[in-house]
């Protein structure tokens, strides 16, 4: 590697975070679960076939519209477990608090989780809690892991992806990110910008009951739709073709991006995945997620092309011109999730 | 609750933390399975029985005699599910990395775990990796979650705990609490503390095979053999009563603790647990623990009295006294584990 010490786009869900993975961590633990790099694992015991996942919360501010980083550990953590195909049964809880912590967040955030259990329908059924000394940790860090039991019968994973594929958005992207950064830079932005945080394990089980063709998902978290298709194209080895006028982006958002100089592609969402299905189902896939509650601004995006020797994304705009979206190496923003 | 803001005390595993738990964990998460408060939670998912537990790992230093946080993160959770009588299969890892972190120090805090995995025989399947900004967190902290099997066909649990049974503990207490305090304070104490971190689950692997009585089995982590003793004491209802002198204490760890002022009762183990089974199987499951490597001390301490209207532990000591032992409300230590 080409860095001695850890740097914030270490942990930015780019490129440095593959590298860190592929470089430090896969040849510690190798194993055949872990290979697939996907948002969980996959257990067989006994009769049951399982997932296993878990992500640790460490977003700023810890409160921010739309919901707090309680509703967040929930969320992420139920939807890594749909992302795998898997229905999200129990969640552990871990808590990293810093020593003068207000009570009355802590109430405040252990309330959120609660509620967003209950949306989801998961329980929580064990926790930990730790304090460390003031200075030692910025007001709480969450981890949670979740456990679901997959019944769908073909394996939902990035290497089922086919030629021909559509791929479906399930609505608006960069909320989550351009709300966090608006939060917590306090560029006062005006327009009701707010996180999209939300369980999709409701959406994913009506389209998974519907559709029997789903070959892949995938939530678009750090990094955003363009690294997560990113990653996706090489781990595939197949060329995506998206259309940049199809990707649904509020025009708060838009406007947020226009100033500050970001690309929605690359914000962080909470509530938003890709689904990957034989274009033969894809309008009833859509049709599906657009009934759900997350899913009412849904859109096929675009198709898989064919294999190649180099995975990519290559993105068609409104004049007709075209270009590869490659993860950007490092922060475009300030950590926010 | 008393206090506003969260004290280090909350973290200890002590009283403080019982009402953390009790006054506002429990009642916004309260369901069925949370509910017995154990190392962790049984799920039946389909045919199989399962536990799931979590601990977060904030250990300061990261690097200590007998092991670092990484070996630390997978004893701790394999003994987790271990004393619910599961087998642990797979675990999760969740590291939150402040920024400027050395690589180097990354490096061999995985290759431990690594290592700890394989004597361990689990496998770590799924992880995440977060980075906060320079100051935003202590180093590294490091979540694990572990999921386990279960074929044991009764049920191990504080509430299956009968008068006449016999308190077996594995070995000698306070290694771990002493050697943390000692390197992290830098009291330069000679004679070669070290913490007991190990693995227990073969330990419990062979005494379970051997032995079909096992009624309730306890890691004796944070807060020490005391402290964990009064819990299950008070959860039980049943009135324990131990022997202060076949309590097992390294003689450096004894000498250190009688200059220091510190009860080696209350020190953290990482390699320690209690296990209960009726007297007529406590010569053999002691003969069982003893075979294993992390057993060669192991004794009989002490037996269950009846229950009683509120449960306790009493302790006798070396000139036939005898009083209750409580544990601290407050820290009696810098926090270590």
Do not use: W
Request: proline fraction near 5%; charge should be negative.
């Amino acid at each position: 590697m080409k860095y001695e010490h850890i740097l914030l786009a270490h942990g930015g869900g780019g490129l440095l975070t593959s590298e860190l993975i592929r470089e430090v961590f896969l040849p510690a633990f190798t194993n055949p679960l872990l290979a697939p790099l996907a948002d969980g694992a996959l257990m067989q015991i006994g009769q049951e076939k399982l997932c296993l996942t878990t992500d640790s919360y460490v977003v700023h501010p810890l409160f921010f519209p739309g919901g707090n980083i309680g509703s967040l550990a929930v969320h992420g953590t139920v939807n890594d477990v749909s992302m795998c195909g898997g229905v999200p049964l129990y969640l552990s809880a871990g808590f990293i608090l810093e020593e003068g912590f207000p009570l009355a967040s802590l109430r405040e955030i252990i309330q959120a989780m609660a509620a967003a259990a209950r949306e989801a329908q998961v329980h929580i059924v064990t926790g930990d809690t730790k304090v460390v000394a003031k200075g030692a940790a910025d007001g709480l860090f969450i981890n949670t892991a979740g456990v679901g039991v997959i019944r769908y019968p073909s394996p939902i994973a990035t290497a089922s992806i086919q030629p021909g594929d559509v791929i479906i958005l399930n609505g608006n992207i960069g909320d989550h990110g351009a709300a966090l950064v608006n939060a917590r830079e306090g560029f006062g932005f005006a327009g009701g910008l707010e996180s999209d945080s939300a369980p999709l394990n409701h959406l994913v089980a009506a389209v998974l009951a519907a559709v029997d063709s789903v070959h892949a998902m995938r939530d678009c978290t750090r990094g955003g739709l363009g690294t997560i298709l990113a990653e996706m194209a090489e781990q595939s080895g197949m060329v995506m073709e998206i259309d940049e006028t199809r990707i649904p982006v509020r025009e708060t958002v838009r406007g947020f991006c226009e100033v500050l100089g970001f690309d929605p592609l690359f914000l962080a969402n909470e509530g938003k995945m890709v689904l990957f299905c034989p274009e033969r189902d894809g309008d009833k896939a859509l049709e599906v997620m657009r009934h759900s509650p997350h899913g009412a601004d849904a859109a096929i995006i675009g198709r898989v092309g064919q294999a190649a020797a180099r995975g990519r994304v290559i993105m068609r705009n409104a004049i007709g011109g075209s270009r590869e979206i490659t993860p950007p190496a490092h922060e475009l923003l300030p950590r926010i999730c």
